[in-house]
């Protein structure tokens, strides 16, 4: 069981703005309003050399330069340079540097045109407000092993679009920092100390970088949230390790499948007397990998996994992942409440 700790938790609101602006171009194609910029995971700094969005006939400049590690998925650097009415991407080229590995990466990564285009124009509904917006951001991401991901955002909904491995890439240094005086591998240490954490310097000290389960993150699987027990669930914000955020609304929509392997969870719901509380699941990033591995490798699913949130009493509450007649329990969550009323 987790236990509670009554104390005031901020709800991290995601807040990426979407608007709905739609236009055509003079050659005929549709543009919308958007803006490009970068990510990285927070444990493994990275700098974008260059990185060029491909958008029929034009070039959107991805902001390069800056040493990030502000998570996976999420808004990084915004430039509000040239026309806010763009074009659907078709193409990314981009390089970058990754310290944990001294090595840089980079390469072309076709897009869904397609696809994309079809998300642009359907939108979907903002979570608090209830209107009908469009995406605002298109994201880069630079990941270990030359991994790169794609992803659209706006109004707190992250929605991974492509992913692919590039290649190793031989660049100059002077491209990082053109300074003969300081060597490559003192500027590197220097920047991972002041990066990272105490913990997060000792992991990389001992381990490495993960590079071979780097893919691990991206893993997609069919599931669905069930709440039971002494609270009612009113609707959810879940993150993803896959940098994907989502949200629905229970009463509107009920139990919808997601995709992302959860990292945190953000649950309304009602306790006793219509008390709104909100209810913050932080999952073990090992124990909840294994989990849907488990689930996925198991025999033939006759349905979507279950991720079974089960309120004992306002501040107890036990998770499992349920598929069929497995049941995996998730013992390493830890839950925060606030009440909101």
Known sequence: MIRFHRRHFLLASGALLGMPLRGV??????EF?????????????????????????????VPAGKIVNNGWGEIGSRRLVGKAMKPVPERLTLTWFSFAEDQFYGGNLELPHAELTALFR????????????TWAKVIVGMGLGGWTSVWLAGSGIVREVARAQ??????????VIDNPDIPRAEYVRSKLRSRLSEAALAALAQHGPPVAS????????SWKVQVEGAQTAANLFARSFNGERAYYDFAIQGPQSLRGVPKLLQL???GRSDRRLLTTIRLDEAETLDAFDKIASGAPATSAATLRIAFATQTRVALSLDRDTQR???????AEVRSLS
């Open 166 to 175: 590039l290649g190793a890439q031989t660049i100059e240094w002077a491209r």
């Open 25 to 30: 171009a003079a050659g005929g194609s549709e």
């Open 328 to 334: 995996i329990s998730l013992s390493r969550a830890r």
């Open 122 to 133: 359907a939108g979907f509904t903002e979570p608090q407000a209830g209107n009908r917006v």
């Open 33 to 61: 309003d958007w803006l490009p910029t970068e990510c990285a995971d927070e444990r493994y700094p990275m700098q974008l050399i260059s990185g060029e969005l491909h958008c029929r006939g034009r070039i959107v400049n």
């Open 214 to 221: 780097w893919p691990r993150y991206a893993s997609q699987f």
């Open 268 to 270: 309304t719901g009602l």
